[in-house]
C-alpha cells in the first residue's frame, strides 16, 4: 500500500509541476506576454505549484516513516 502512495504522490506532485508551467505559458500567451496584470487575470500559476507543495510535504512525511 505504501508503495502505492508513493507512487500517487509521485505523479500528483509531477503534474501539477507540469500543470505551473502550462499556466506560466497560458499568461505569456495574453496580450501583452509576462506582466504584473496578466499574473493578477490569468491563470494562477501559483495554484498548482501549492499543491504539488503539500503532496511533496506528504511525500517526505511517508518516507520518513510517520505516515499513516
Known sequence: ?????????????LT???????HFV??????????????MVGPPVVLPLIVATVATLDL????QGDGL
Open 60 to 63: 517526505l512525511r511517508l518516507l
Open 16 to 22: 501539477h509541476l507540469w500543470g505551473a508551467y502550462l
Open 1 to 13: 500500500m505504501l508503495s502505492t502512495l508513493f507512487f500517487v504522490l509521485l505523479f500528483v506532485i
Open 26 to 39: 497560458g499568461v505569456g500567451k495574453r496580450v501583452g506576454g509576462q506582466n504584473l496584470m496578466n499574473h
